[in-house]
């Protein structure tokens, strides 16, 4: 089986002629373009030239876009090795390029976006434009926060040495370390970072505990390199912000997200009154545990031993089955990736630790990222990436000004795919291995849910402590944070070391109110789940929602699967269904 990346569906070497072809097609490309419109304003005026004016923007979209190519080739390449300063060389002058490139092409969108609004009102009912009809609704609302296409030109090429390097260079240094640990056989080695969690997460508290005092103490020592690039990051939004009169700070996460403040106020607000059930869990978990409070390190730790492991082969196998009982075609997407080497499955010395699926554009591959253990999660994992890798694909069938689809729609193909794996695995468990994965299950769900909020409750206070305050030293960071987290795990974790520096490695926290994406994700996915496992014909509806990309707004996409996320109601019902599954979990000295 094909457990490498095969890039040479992209290039055949970093030395490949085609690269430069590839660069010199998109600054042809977008020079015609921009000779074309950007002096010809008639586009802002006339439905008919407009039409014509976004069939040619999309071509350029779809390809070659801007570098689209190269920028991937490199980006993945440096997923597969952080170290390699020749990748890091060559994608920094791709960056650089593109954005120079992308700062002549911006007027377009700029000038559009800001029309007024009755000919926003004449574009939008009309016929020639109904392909492009929520992209233009998307862009209007923007808008009213876009600048001069000077200013946004400034903004865009001071991204990277402002934001960028500074998110790369923690998340770099944090992958070159390694740490003794302690194994279970009572033996001392050496990992990298990445792996730390199979440790952190043994059944054997000597082992855990060991692995967290290495840890944290990696994590205390570049404690004050994130320091400061935390409060650059701060700084360069609040300076944003203040810049284009945004009221607050999440507000640009949910435009670009498609979604209302409103809603999300109301997710989070429905959420944390019900931490009292991620609180119980975590005082239930110490005491099944036999500890009276749990290490924030600990969190994780399984409930029971899964003896049990899982090749990559045997745990393909199992997505494979679960994906072809849901509808074929999901099967089929997923042979067609794993056979082209889409996957990266197995950690390496210097490889992006985690998973993550990634899709450019239309006309290129969609690349999975695995770092497979042989356990329970990795399993999940590969159910959960390629629900992504499915979404990507049959959104695709958009034009690529809709072909991408907005974060409050990302984690509901993901999580819906990966709890049908779970229980096809149920299906052959036996009473004491079903109750340690049911309690993983809802182990995951507390995380995904209760977690993220807490976490977008953190990046909240941040923001707003850092507009008063101006600077931030990692023990106030330190001290909001274990605030937020303590919050929903309750008194029955401690604070300790490990939760004190937990922010310096959460990667989300740099990325602006990601998180709350994975609560209602989870929350949506649950609905869907129940719907399908009711009348498995409901998957032709959920179908509809992996085709459907951006082309609507995911409030109206939603409510064409009998979602209102406007509703309290909605989110109290799925939060109930975790509480129940709390609620009917029996104890682990019953089986």
């Not at 554009?361 to 497979?372: A, E, I, Q």
């Amino acid at each position: 089986m094909n457990t490498e990346w095969n890039l040479k569906q992209l290039y055949k070497s970093t030395k490949d002629p085609q690269i430069e072809i590839d660069i010199g097609m998109s600054k042809k490309k977008v020079s015609d373009f921009v000779e074309k419109w950007e002096k010809d304003k008639e586009y802002l005026k006339s439905p008919s030239v407009l039409k014509k004016a976004l069939d040619e923007y999309e071509r350029l979209n779809e390809s070659p876009g801007i570098y689209d190519k190269p920028l991937y080739y490199f980006s993945l390449l440096n997923a597969l090795d952080q170290s390699s300063i020749e990748t890091k060389g060559k994608l920094n002058q791709l960056t650089e390029q593109s954005v120079l490139l992308y700062n002549r092409v911006q007027f377009f969108e700029l000038n559009l976006s800001r029309v007024e609004k009755k000919t926003q009102e004449i574009f939008l009912n009309s016929p020639l434009l109904k392909e492009y009809n929520h992209y233009l609704e998307s862009l209007f609302k923007q808008g009213k926060y876009t600048l001069s296409d000077k200013e946004e030109k400034v903004f865009n090429l001071t991204s990277k040495t402002s934001y960028s390097n500074w998110v790369s260079m923690i998340s770099e240094l944090l992958s070159k370390q390694t740490l003794e640990v302690l194994n279970e056989d009572g033996k001392k080695e050496m990992i990298s970072y990445n792996e730390t969690s199979k440790y952190l997460n043994s059944e054997d508290r000597k082992v855990r505990d060991f692995a967290a005092k290495k840890f944290d103490k990696i994590n205390k020592k570049y404690s004050e390199i994130a320091e400061f690039e935390i409060n650059s990051i701060l700084e360069r939004k609040k300076v944003s912000d203040n810049y284009r009169g945004i009221p607050r700070p999440d507000l640009l996460r949910h435009i670009s997200d498609d979604i209302d403040s409103e809603v999300v106020d109301t997710l989070i607000d429905v959420v944390s009154k019900n931490f009292d059930i991620s609180k119980e869990y975590y005082k239930r978990k110490a005491k099944l545990l036999n500890q009276k409070t749990l290490g924030y390190y600990e969190r994780n730790v399984p409930l029971g031993k899964i003896k049990k492991k899982y090749s990559y082969k045997e745990s393909l196998a199992l997505v494979q089955k679960t994906f072809k009982n849901l509808d074929p075609q999901f099967l089929n997407i997923l042979n067609s990736l794993q056979k082209t080497g889409q996957y990266d499955v197995f950690p390496k010395e210097s490889k992006s630790g985690g998973a993550f699926c990634i899709t450019v554009s239309k006309t290129l591959p969609t690349f999975v990222m695995l770092n497979h253990n042989d356990n329970l999660n990795d399993v999940l994992t590969i159910a959960h990436e390629s629900g992504h890798a499915i979404h990507s694909t049959m959104s695709q069938e958009q034009n690529s000004l809709n072909s991408s689809y907005p974060t409050s729609l990302a984690e509901i193909a993901s999580t819906f795919f990966e709890d049908f794996v779970l229980d096809e695995i149920l299906k052959d468990a036996d009473e004491k291995l079903r109750f340690t994965i049911l309690a993983e299950k809802l182990n995951g769900d507390i995380s995904t849910i209760f977690r993220q909020v807490a976490f977008y409750k953190f990046e909240k206070e941040l923001h707003k402590e850092f507009s008063q305050k101006g600077y931030l030293s990692r023990d106030l960071i330190s001290e909001i944070f274990c605030k937020h987290m303590s919050s929903y795990l309750g008194e029955s974790v401690k604070k300790d070391e490990s939760m004190k520096y937990g922010w310096i490695y959460w990667s989300h926290l740099r990325m602006s109110f990601y998180v709350y994406s994975y609560a209602s994700g989870l929350l949506i996915s649950k609905y869907l789940q129940n719907r399908v496992k009711k009348d498995l014909s409901f998957i032709l509806e959920f179908k509809k929602l992996l085709k459907a990309g951006s082309s609507k707004s995911p409030e109206d996409i939603f409510m064409e699967l009998g979602i209102d996320i406007r509703k309290e109601s909605f989110w109290q019902n799925g939060l109930d269904s975790v509480r129940d599954s709390l609620l009917s979990l029996p104890d682990l000295d019953s089986n």
